[in-house]
């Protein structure tokens, strides 16, 4: 575990400075606007741009914004800038769906917050996968573009 000062967004993870083996993620929580919405926590690569049409498009859904900050306080037990894959922890419904990358497949080191934004976690995409698979939550894969 790394500990360092409270990192919001991406650009506060990257004035860190972690070790270049260690693949940021940008991690999305997002809703459609259904009647009874649901839910999606979209992990990507730190460079690549979530497209929310078409990432709508991929989920089979309509259209997609993000989540308010009580949407993400009751079901990851998160707040704003600690959005990480270890808040499904918190999910107890099991109603979010955490989507992935397609690039973080097989990545050995992935980092994450581990539900605090004062620290990351280097943990592979197998482990964090097996995490979320042992908490009963659905996963899903896209591609997002560059």
């Known amino acids: 575990m790394i500990e360092h000062e409270a990192a919001y967004t ?19 929580f997002v809703r459609d606007q259904r009647k009874k919405p649901r839910h999606w926590l979209v992990v990507l690569p730190k460079d690549k741009r979530a497209d929310l049409d078409g990432l709508a498009e991929q989920l089979g859904t309509k259209h997609l914004s993000f989540a308010s900050e009580e949407r993400l306080g009751r079901y990851l037990g ?4 600690e959005v990480t894959p270890l808040g499904i922890f918190n999910d107890r419904s099991r109603s979010v769906t955490v989507v992935f990358d ?19 976690l280097a943990l592979s995409f197998s482990d964090i996968l097996k995490f979320i698979s042992e908490q009963g939550n659905t996963v899903k894969y896209v591609t997002l573009s560059d």
């Open 78 to 81: 998160l707040g704003q800038g």
């Open 102 to 120: 397609r690039d973080l497949v097989d990545k050995e080191c992935l980092g994450v917050h581990p539900n605090d934004n004062t620290a990351t």
């Open 10 to 28: 991406v650009e506060d993870m990257d004035r860190v400075g972690f070790d270049e083996r260690i693949l940021i993620c940008k991690n999305l």
